[in-house]
């Protein structure tokens, strides 16, 4: 009896499911979650089987090609998920379930192009954009779609290639390429022969007193002092024996060779002392409990999400540790999720150090080959926890019992390229209901609509209120005068609290009248000393890139900006270049004003390197790091900068959002926030919860040790309310204030908003395109069981064009906004459901 598969394709294109039949040699291997090569159309791809069929829902269904890999690579829950994501953000299915496998197991279908030999001769008929393309080919011969794509980006290329296709100058053919990633085998060899035989085999290495003779003896004596295989590269170094001698060890049949493969692990030279658990305050022992008993439920199918609302260095981490580790004791799994990759050091040094050998890292900045084996050796049940950021979230453990989200307020939890674009963290929730897991979302500033949510739906929110004083031993050495008072904790023994550092906002208007017309307040330009003099730490904080924020003409007003993007290039002084951090357009500082001539053309606005500049001129003994995205760009850049200022290395560390992650520095006694408002203004419902976020996150790596701290922060809007909740450490005032803002401006979590984007190189045509479909989607909603989804727009982007292309969007508002696109085909927009950015 024939068996049918419905396999959904891992192309980008809204392809609903289809269905396969197997042929008899797969039969019995093929099973849900399973991935396979099918024919599709003209060309070969790859999909995942979601289930197994007795019938075709067709009358005629073409074969399964081939199997990918012999075991399944996602599970039932992943699929589900899957399901929901497509669902949920109106994207493929094919690149939801793309998500969850590792970088060169699965590869989407592809073309390949090269000119026709026979073409004619004549280009005169030929399109700019054509002549570019057989120029390309020319030059560059046999040329793969995604090839073209990288020479060609932010280019509509397709219709021009199939018009060349149509008029024969170019052939194309379908191509699947070959999986990227292997799994790495190593050659090892073992003592074939018994060790006391050794002595009678001698006469056969060769002659006697000869160099070979006496490696090859080397190398026997080794071996037989080894239990187990041993990788010929270890014999080789140990013995001098070549691997000709090897060979001829095995011709002799005095040893044997074999093929193991060994795990590419990104922790396996990581040296990291276990540590104990350490006592716990009575917050934290209240706060464990109660997870602890909800997780011991037998009732999973109606658990909710807990949300762990402490406030910076209140000990949230170690409530993750001893969770985790009841969850291992019961034989489950846990993914624990960081917000950046920056993070992943000091939480894998944490989580390596608790539960050594058991613990996996997945992020971007690992090798192809590290992901591919961590993700087999998860799948396998090898790994017990897996930490990252959210890609981490898709690892493919089998019996997940626990999903940890750390800080998961922070917007990198949110991908908005590429498709699809989703939510980490909504993404965890609804794949722990699936797993009947436990879910803790942490934070010291939780997102708005996520608590709304929380307090309506009646989810536990845990408080964790007091800062655990930490750090005892490792300041020793700096204590001096002016710490922070400690306040003991009764029936803790050593355990004390600290309090929060406190915060001195500074109107940078009065600096400018009193004639300061330095970066720095007086103020924080004080407190900086006092840092240097007490060889203590201080971390200076600016949302900004680079020497100058924009190059402004004095004569005329013209500032210098990207011709791609229509955005203000930024001025570096270390490469003496104009840059766009959107596109990376690059060009010399002019000399003149493009638009007047005028030579009064200068820099103006501050970012990171003038911070650094600017301390090193007040501050010549200071040692200065600066962190950000332009000094983090290699590998382990973001480890070697964080390890140079926790040993001390430097006294100021300079940098961007970054400071505001979760970084446990215990010398750091002052934080200062150099422009405090920036991105306060921005035409976003989120600017002033973002503000806000920041400013907390960053006051709270000061005073984490008894050395205590204070903040400083400098604005030009002190009496706005998120910079004064701020300088109080106030999250309940500012959640209060906030939602009624919402709660009147119609906003989430009070409705649901999708977003639409188009991009075209042509302004009239993006404008028209815009109009147009405003007017399509007018139309839906009048068909729609949501009549009441309000449109607004079409209207340019806030940065209105980006990349060489204007940019227009239009907004859905209502309760369930996606609703009215789905279905529904609406070309090359890109749609964003729950946008974290309306920007």
């Known amino acids: 009896m024939t068996q049918f598969v419905e396999v959904a394709a891992l192309i980008p294109g809204r392809l609903n499911p289809l269905d396969y039949h197997l042929p008899a040699v797969l039969e019995g291997k093929v099973q849900a979650g399973s991935l396979v090569v099918v024919p599709l159309g003209g060309q070969r791809v790859q999909g995942v089987v979601l289930r197994c069929l007795n019938q075709s829902s067709v009358p005629e269904t073409r074969p399964v090609e081939s199997l990918v890999d012999d075991s399944p690579v996602l599970t039932g829950a992943q699929i589900e998920l899957a399901r929901w994501l497509s669902h949920e953000t109106l994207s493929p299915l094919g690149v939801c379930l793309d998500l969850m496998l590792p970088p060169g197991l699965a590869q989407t279908a592809d073309v390949l192009v090269r000119l026709n030999p ?44 199939q018009g060349l296709i149509r008029r024969g100058w170019v052939v194309s053919q379908p191509y699947l390429a070959q999986t990227g990633v292997r799994p790495r085998i190593e050659r090892m060899a073992r003592l074939a022969i018994a060790v006391e035989e050794i002595a009678q085999a001698e006469e056969l290495l060769g002659r006697a007193g000869s160099p070979a003779r006496e490696r090859r003896k080397k190398a026997l004596q080794f071996l037989a002092n080894e239990q187990q295989p041993v990788a010929v590269h270890w014999i080789t170094a140990a013995s001098g024996a070549s691997l000709e001698d090897l060979k001829k060890l095995e011709t002799l049949g005095l040893i044997a060779f074999q093929s193991v493969q060994t795990w590419r692990d990104p922790l396996a030279e990581l040296n990291i002392e276990a540590l104990p658990p350490p006592l716990l305050t009575n917050d934290q022992q209240r706060v464990l409990q109660t997870i602890l008993s909800d997780l011991s439920s037998p009732n999973n199918s109606n658990r909710k999400p807990i949300l762990l609302h402490g406030i910076t260095g209140s000990g949230k981490t170690e409530i993750y540790l001893q969770t985790v580790q009841h969850i291992l ?34 992020h971007s900045r690992l090798s192809a080959g590290e992901r591919y084996d961590t993700w087999q050796r998860a799948r396998a049940g ?28 922070d917007p990198s939890y949110y991908q908005s390229e590429p498709t699809p674009v989703y939510h980490a963290v909504r993404a965890a929730i609804r794949y722990a209901e699936i797993l009947g897991a436990g879910v803790i979302l942490g934070s010291a500033t939780p997102e708005i609509g996520l608590m709304y949510q929380a307090r309506r739906a009646g989810w536990r929110v845990l408080e964790m209120p007091q800062r655990i004083m930490a750090h005892r031993q490792a300041v020793q050495p700096f204590m001096t005068g002016g710490h922070s008072s400690l306040l003991p904790v009764e029936g803790e023994g050593e355990t004390a609290f600290l309090p929060l550092p406190p915060v001195e906002v500074v109107d940078m208007r ?13 103020a924080l330009q004080r407190a900086l000393g006092e840092v240097l003099e007490r060889n203590q730490q201080a971390i200076l904080y600016l949302n900004r890139l680079g020497s100058a924020t924009y190059v402004f003409c004095r004569d005329c007003g013209a500032s210098v900006r990207c011709p791609r993007c229509d955005r203000s290039l930024t001025y570096h002084e270390s490469s003496h270049l104009l840059i766009c951090h959107t596109c990376n357009y690059r060009r010399q500082m002019p000399r003149t004003c493009p638009q007047c001539g005028s030579s009064h053309i200068r820099q103006f606005g501050a970012g990171t390197e003038k911070v650094e500049q600017e301390v090193h001129q007040h501050f010549p003994q200071a040692k200065v790091l600066r962190w950000d995205s332009q000094t983090t760009r290699r590998k382990g850049a973001h480890e070697a900068i964080l390890e140079t200022f926790a040993e001390g290395k430097a006294n100021i560390l300079v940098g961007t959002q970054i400071l505001a992650k979760g ?74 204030y906030e939602i009624e803002q919402r709660r009147k401006m119609g906003y989430p979590p009070f409705a649901r908003l999708v977003r639409m984007e188009y991009r075209h190189s042509n302004a009239k045509v993006a404008e028209t395109t815009a109009q147009e479909m405003a007017q399509r989607v007018a139309d839906w909603i009048m068909l729609s069981s949501y009549p009441q989804t309000e449109i607004i727009g079409p209207v340019p982007c806030f940065f209105a064009k980006e990349g ?30 729950d946008p974290y950015s309306l920007l």
């Not at 489950?332 to 960081?338: G, M, R, S, W």
């Not at 609703?819 to 529904?824: A, H, Q, T």
């Open 118 to 161: 026979a073409r004619s001769a004549e280009q005169e008929r030929l399109s700019p954009l054509q002549k570019r393309l057989v120029q390309l080919l020319s030059e560059r011969g046999e040329l793969r779609g995604r090839q073209i794509e990288a020479a060609f980006r932010r280019v509509n290329w397709k219709p021009a290639l």
């Open 329 to 362: 004791e019961q034989g489950k799994q846990a993914i624990v999720l960081v917000p950046e990759i920056a993070l992943t050091p000091q939480t894998i040094q944490r989580f390596q150090g608790r539960f050594p050998g058991r613990v996996g890292v997945i």
């Open 382 to 409: 090898l790994l017990r926890v897996i930490v990252g950021p959210r890609s981490a979230l898709f690892a493919p453990l089998p019996n997940i019992g626990l999903l940890v989200v750390d800080e998961f307020h």
């Open 510 to 522: 009065q600096e400018l009248k009193a004639g300061n017309r330095s970066m720095f307040s007086r």
């Open 663 to 736: 970084l446990d520095l215990p010398r750091v006694t002052l934080v200062g926030a150099v422009l405090a408002d920036a991105g306060l203004n921005l035409d976003d419902f989120r600017a002033a919860e973002r503000t806000f976020q920041l400013l907390m996150q960053v006051a709270g790596r000061a005073g984490r040790s008894p050395l205590g701290g204070r903040v400083i922060l400098q604005t030009f809007q002190p009496e706005h309310y998120a910079i004064q909740a701020a300088s109080r450490h106030d999250y309940a005032g500012f959640y209060q």
């Open 804 to 833: 060489g292309q204007y940019r227009w969007q239009i907004i859905l508002r209502g309760m369930d906004p996606a609703s009215v696109l789905r279905g529904k085909d609406w070309g090359d927009w890109r749609v964003e459901v």
